[in-house]
């Protein structure tokens, strides 16, 4: 096994591993992800396809893309922690709104259209980090992992 091909099994590993823990989440710890859980678990999906192909084909465009797709969940995760913790407004699809000057009816048609799962909050976390901020610390890991496939080809 070559560098290049380490690397690739490790990062797109990485990604499978992160996947199935937010599955894991899901249906064995009954947790149901918000739309940004769901963005989030996009180019990891890419990332494996990704290095699929990386290990057939030796084109170094491919560890590049699989870092830009670990970059990406990166960039929705670090975006999530935000929502999270408030520091700036999520979707209004999934984060609370301001009741602030809404009428009764206003007020009433805003809680039943409300998510189920709302963007905003944070349902589990370890070491002071939520999901969505552990997959921005492990996916720019995994982007590094990734570059050091491109470099290695």
């Known amino acids: 096994m070559t560098q290049r091909q380490l690397y690739i099994l490790l990062a797109a590993g990485g990604s499978a591993g992160l996947l199935l823990a937010a599955f894991a989440f899901q249906h064995l710890g009954g947790m149901a992800p918000c739309k940004l859980c769901i963005w989030q678990r996009w180019p990891h999906g890419a ?9 057939i084909l030796p084109w170094v465009l491919l560890p590049l893309l699989g870092a830009l797709a670990a970059l990406m969940t990166a960039g929705i995760g670090a975006y999530h922690t935000g929502v999270e913790k408030g520091w700036w407004d999520g979707p209004s699809s999934c984060s609370s709104q301001s009741t602030e000057g809404l009428s009764a009816q206003e007020l009433m048609d805003q809680i039943l259209s409300a998510p189920l799962v709302r963007c905003d909050e944070v349902p589990w976390s370890m070491f002071g980090l939520s999901m969505a901020s552990w997959n921005t610390v492990v996916a720019l890991a995994l982007a590094g992992l990734w570059l050091k496939a491109a470099r290695a080809s």
């Open 47 to 55: 990332a494996i396809g990704i290095g699929a192909l990386a290990l």
